[in-house]
């Protein structure tokens, strides 16, 4: 069955510092990749998306992640983060088209001053 | 991007009674989905919410547990019936604007079952 791996349940990095959150999917195929965030009492924003093309996505926020096929992977990674990043972070995926959206069980970063 | 707004944010209910949650969309969309989230945890998919038909549940879910209504391709609604404080969650509704595009989402309804 698909599913969706974030490793880290909780990440704490200072200020500034760069950011990596992991993300494995099952999929051998190349499934439909997302990652949300979710800030403390609010919905999901999407980051950014992978369909095909370009394996290294730019999103919003000044997140970026990259598809790596031959790990099954799908990082996301932002240089320099901000207090205001704190948030729980979620990778999702489909594996085809019309697929059900599949999520992982979420990162939770703290960002200390 | 679509923009959704849910109906209520947050509530405070008695076990034993249903509440219902509205969502409602700034345009029509194709598909709209209802997603738990319980404490702690990812999300995970109640329902597709079919304009002009029945919803489909996934499994564990059942549609007299979790009614849908979907009326228009900007509206719909999901009912928690006879609550129970394992039904305590965030609910969150969601969009997409057709097969394979990204979903958005509402806020979510923070719901606590005393």
């Known amino acids: 069955a698909q599913s969706v791996t974030q490793p880290d349940i909780h990440i704490t990095v200072s200020e500034g510092a760069s950011l990596e959150l992991r993300c494995n999917y099952s999929?051998?195929?190349?499934?439909?990749l997302f990652w949300y965030v979710q800030s403390p009492g609010q919905g999901l924003q999407l980051l950014l998306k992978?369909?095909?093309?370009?394996?290294l996505v730019q999103g919003i926020k000044g997140f970026e992640a990259e598809f790596k096929r031959s790990q099954s992977s799908f990082n996301l990674r932002k240089p320099s983060v901000h207090w205001s990043d704190a948030a729980e972070y979620f990778c999702?995926?489909?594996?085809?088209?019309?697929?059900?959206?599949?999520f992982g069980q979420g990162t939770e970063l703290s960002v200390k001053p | 991007s679509a923009v959704i707004s849910q109906k209520p944010s947050r509530d405070i209910c008695q076990r034993g009674t249903s509440l219902t949650i509205q969502c409602q969309v700034d345009?029509?969309?194709?598909?709209m989905f209802w997603y738990r989230q319980q404490p702690g945890q990812s999300l995970t998919l109640i329902a597709t919410?079919?304009?002009?038909?029945?919803?489909?549940?996934e499994s564990g879910f059942v549609i007299d547990k979790f009614p849908i209504s979907r009326p228009n391709l900007t509206f719909s609604t999901l009912t928690v019936s006879n609550m129970s404080p394992e039904d305590s969650s965030i609910y969150l509704c969601?969009?997409?604007?057709?097969?394979?595009?990204?979903?958005?989402f509402g806020q979510g309804t923070r719901l606590t079952v005393v």
């Open positions: 999702a995926s489909r594996y085809n088209q019309g697929g059900k959206l599949i």
């Open positions: 999929y051998g195929a190349t499934p439909y």
């Open positions: 992978y369909f095909s093309g370009d394996t």
């Open positions: 345009s029509q969309v194709t598909m």
């Open positions: 919410a079919n304009q002009g038909s029945e919803a489909t549940y």
């Open positions: 969601s969009v997409e604007d057709g097969p394979g595009t990204e979903a958005f």
